[in-house]
């Protein structure tokens, strides 16, 4: 009879907010006809390593998830489309376009695009075509209508960091099918546009003008002197552009639209005459690193400029009537000077005002401090021109989104305060997610919650509805655990603190200072009497739960509180990186950092076998739960499964392609010959399923796109869950499916 297993298949992903791969865009909520009336935050779009999420920023709701199940792609992309706000154009990291409705959760329009992932995507305003700029430096010209490639751009010699449709005047000087000049003087009527040319920047540090009815290339200009460009902002009237590079400069362009208009329509005759781009100037940012995003207010004079520091960078645009009286002031001022120093200066025409320079024009108005490294910014609220507030949306790297309000130039102007311009972090969408890696995993024992643990921070999530019930501070967690009655978690940190939290009251009840230096693991006995605690400083220690009365004080009455009692040390010669006990209590397991594992009897201490054959430290051991084998992994790459009779080395897996992490058995399997089935995931970002008694792999289950550092296996085997460096965690459960080790195989040979 042919051996078959129950197979797991990923079931939820949990934990992201937004991840770096892509920009975030904020969209105004769906009930609201006009932005400018719309009371609530609005909503954003932010990526989720291979999902789109939409949340909602004021109540930090997760509104809709977008995943295509058939694809593992990174989305690296993020782009809306201004006539119809409902489609959302993601590229991914495969070159992958997917264009979804945000109505139905569907994509509309899929197009296999790149050879590299999708590094830019813009709609033109009519909402019919998309341009789009990837890794391998073409860029693609969309037909919305007909679902087709219209044509590819070649020319530039790196990946695409920004794309804009140039909008130009139609120029109605002459009709195209007769001789006779038409008329063009006031119709009366709006202006008509035409997106006839494409406007890109790339990493080579050229910015291009393309001409998409004949496509080519128009023009060519260095952007970047520092030898890179990053990106590309454009102003909401289209006449004006900022490239900016690798260090603090920005540069500002101007784009001749009226002579692009006369050179699309043929009225000059004599083809380009001068540059339609020209460079205007250079402008120093704050910051001196790399710059990522330049983004023009599509409302107000203001830009925002951020690198990957902890700030966003508010540009203000003067007016022309600024402009004129700050230039008079400075030739007063010249003139003043001159007068003190007894020179005389050349008599200026009144009537002429010399050209502004750049820095005249644009002035830094205030930087947003984030709480964390920014990725991506987009302006929120956009309201109408005269605004008193503006709204920020920044998602930074830590898994995090933020909205900023900051007063407006005119606010301040009619208040008349000399205060530099304020900003409040209005909103945040935070609670979902953890800040920094996920360090270690517990689940309760009806395996309803599960509890995560970072630098920082406790979260404690209901596992079937993927919702975070609490979140608690904390120190540096390394690892954790649920104790008998599920209604306490105990963390050991990186300080050597043993930390006990009551879930139901979110409070910290008592934190012990158990060791002198990082408890690495800790493990409650089989009989939920008392937990086991191995540190860095070389001993193991058992702590006895006590229950103990205490007077509340000002008051007659006394309440029931729990404490942990030290009993017993354990001395070794090395670092304890992790332990484990026996199901039946009998033997405690420890690995130290000389690359051993040693195994003591619990009630004598006495050392009964050590089992030798890692080349590096054994990062983690579990026990089968009929006490027979021991299984552990290490930075070696391998898991070894041993018996514990003898200490024999029964085999030895190359199971991983990089440090393995965690390895765990069923903890109390529901058939007896699942109690030998193991897990093990590693820094590769591979969960695999291995047979204990015959040896061989069974399934391996990739989803992460990182590594993955905590694993907890639920108590009869229905479910894993695993948490990574890509800020997820995700769940795989028990399938209708049956695997058999041929047919694995044989897909895995297909892949």
Not at 21 to 31: E, Q
Not at 150 to 179: A, C, N, Y
Not at 567 to 575: A, N
Not at 737 to 749: A, I, N, T, Y
């Amino acid at each position: 009879m042919v051996r078959s297993y129950r197979k797991y298949e990923p079931t939820t992903t949990f934990g992201t907010i937004s991840t770096t791969t892509a920009n975030t865009l904020w969209s105004p909520a769906a009930n609201t006809t006009s932005p400018a009336r719309s009371t609530g935050a609005g909503k954003a779009y932010t990526a989720a390593n291979e999902t789109v999420l939409a949340w909602d920023i004021k109540t930090g709701a997760l509104l809709s998830r977008w995943h295509d199940a058939s694809s593992r792609a990174l989305v690296t992309c993020l782009s809306q489309c201004a006539p119809q706000p409902d489609l959302i154009a993601v590229g991914y990291s495969d070159g992958a376009i997917k264009i979804w409705d945000a109505l139905s959760g569907q994509v509309v329009v899929a197009f296999n695009a790149h050879r590299g992932a999708v590094e830019e995507l813009v709609f033109d305003h009519e909402g019919t075509r998309l341009a789009s700029g990837g890794r391998d430096t073409d860029i693609i010209v969309w037909n919305l209508l007909s679902e087709t490639a219209e044509f590819k751009l070649r020319g530039h010699k790196d990946m695409i960091t920004g794309l804009s449709f140039v909008r130009t005047p139609v120029s109605r000087r002459q009709s195209p099918h007769t001789d006779e000049a038409v008329d063009v003087g006031d119709s009366g009527e709006d202006e008509e546009f035409e997106e006839k040319y494409l406007l890109s920047t790339s990493k080579d540090s050229l910015v291009k003008l393309w001409d998409l009815v004949t496509p080519h290339s128009l023009e060519t200009h260095v952007a970047q002197s520092g030898g890179e460009c990053w990106a590309l902002g454009v102003n909401r009237d289209g006449d004006a552009f900022i490239t900016a590079g690798n260090d603090s400069e920005l540069k500002v362009w101007s784009l001749d639209l009226h002579a692009l208009a006369e050179l699309g329509s043929g009225a000059s005759g004599q083809g380009k005459r001068q540059d339609v781009l020209k460079s205007e100037g250079i402008l120093l940012r704050q910051g001196k690193d790399r710059t990522i995003e330049v983004s023009f207010h599509p409302k107000q004079d203001y830009v925002a400029v951020h690198g990957s520091e902890k700030a966003v960078e508010i540009l203000r645009i003067r007016t022309p009537e600024e402009i004129h009286r700050h230039l008079q002031r400075k030739r007063k001022r010249r003139r003043e000077k001159a007068a003190a120093a007894g020179e005389t200066l050349p008599a200026e025409a009144e009537e002429e005002t010399p050209t502004p320079a750049v820095g005249d024009v644009f002035v830094p108005y205030t930087i947003i401090r984030t709480g964390g490294k920014v990725r991506s910014v987009d302006w929120a609220a956009p309201g109408s021109r005269n605004n008193k507030s503006l709204q920020i949306l920044a998602a930074t790297t830590n898994n995090q989104l933020e909205l900023y309000t900051l007063t407006s130039h005119r606010a301040l102007t009619q208040s008349d305060s000399k205060e530099p311009p304020e900003h409040t972090r209005a909103l945040a969408v935070e609670l979902p997610g953890h800040r920094s890696d996920i360090r270690t995993l517990a689940l309760s024992s009806d395996d309803r919650m599960l509890a995560s643990a970072s630098s920082g921070q406790l979260k404690v999530w209901n596992l079937r509805t993927q919702t975070c019930l609490r979140t608690l501070d904390c120190g540096q967690a390394l690892c954790s655990a649920f104790l008998p009655g599920d209604r306490i978690v105990l963390l050991g940190t990186k300080t050597g603190e043993l930390e006990l939290y009551d879930i139901s009251t979110s409070t910290l009840i008592e934190s012990v200072p158990a060791h002198d230096s990082a408890i690495w693991t800790l493990a409650v006995h089989p009989d939920g009497k008392y937990v086991v605690t191995g540190s860095a400083d070389k001993s193991a220690k058992f702590w006895r739960f006590d229950i103990v009365s205490e007077e509340v004080p000002g008051t007659l009455r006394t309440t029931q509180r729990l404490k942990l009692t030290q009993t017993r040390v354990l001395k070794l010669s090395d670092d304890i990186l992790s332990l484990c006990v026996s199901p039946d209590g009998r033997l405690l397991a420890l690995s130290t950092l000389d690359n051993t594992v040693k195994v003591f009897f619990t009630d004598s201490l006495k050392l009964f076998l050590t089992l030798y054959g890692h080349k590096l430290p054994v990062l983690n051991i579990s026990i089968a739960a009929d006490s027979k084998l021991i299984a552990t992994c290490s930075a070696d790459k391998n898991v070894r499964i041993w018996g514990l009779d003898f200490g024999d080395c029964h085999k030895a897996f190359f199971a991983h392609q990089d440090s393995v992490m965690a390895v765990s058995f069923i903890p109390h399997p529901v058939e007896k010959e699942e109690s030998h089935l193991l897990f093990s995931a590693s820094k590769d970002g591979v969960l695999k399923s291995w047979d204990g008694d015959k040896f061989e792999q069974i399934q391996k289950l990739d989803g992460h796109h990182g590594e993955i550092w905590a694993m907890a296996v639920s108590r009869t085997g229905e479910t894993v869950v695993t948490a990574s460096h890509d800020k997820s965690i995700r769940v795989w459960s028990v399938g209708d499916d049956l695997v058999f080790l041929e047919e694995e195989r044989e897909r895995e040979l297909e892949e």
